[in-house]
């Protein structure tokens, strides 16, 4: 880790290689980790009316599409970790959703692919990083 004068940690050069690769890849890394979620959500919806023993829920209803589910997520961070292969570090994404409250939601990225998803700490645990980089 490199310290700057005051104490603080500086980013890692795989690091800035991330943020630069996801300000220029906005729109795919978006694409990418909504169809993520789009694919993921349909199993939590189901774990969501078991546990309450429900058919059916207005707060988690049936999504076709990502507008749809936009009405049930919302992105509360982005973690650029230490954890990096091929010259760019990973970054996750992580979500407040309707179907977890407590938990949320996380997806972690390594350029344009999605290498986990699940709850919220799926964005920023450095071994889940590693387990997904060695399975993608």
Known sequence: MTVDGKGKALPTPEQ????????????????AVGSALLGYYP?????YLDAYDLEESDEVPEVTDLDDLRQLVGLSSV???SVAQDGAACIGFEFGCAWDAEHGA??????TRVIAIGQADCSFVPWIARRGLEKH
């Not at 800035?16 to 795919?28: G, S, T």
């Open 16 to 31: 800035i290689a991330a943020f630069q690769y996801l300000l220029h890849n906005e729109a795919a890394v978006a694409e």
């Open 43 to 47: 199993r939590q919806r189901e774990a």
């Open 79 to 81: 973690h650029v970790l």
């Open 106 to 111: 996380g997806v972690l990225t390594h350029c």
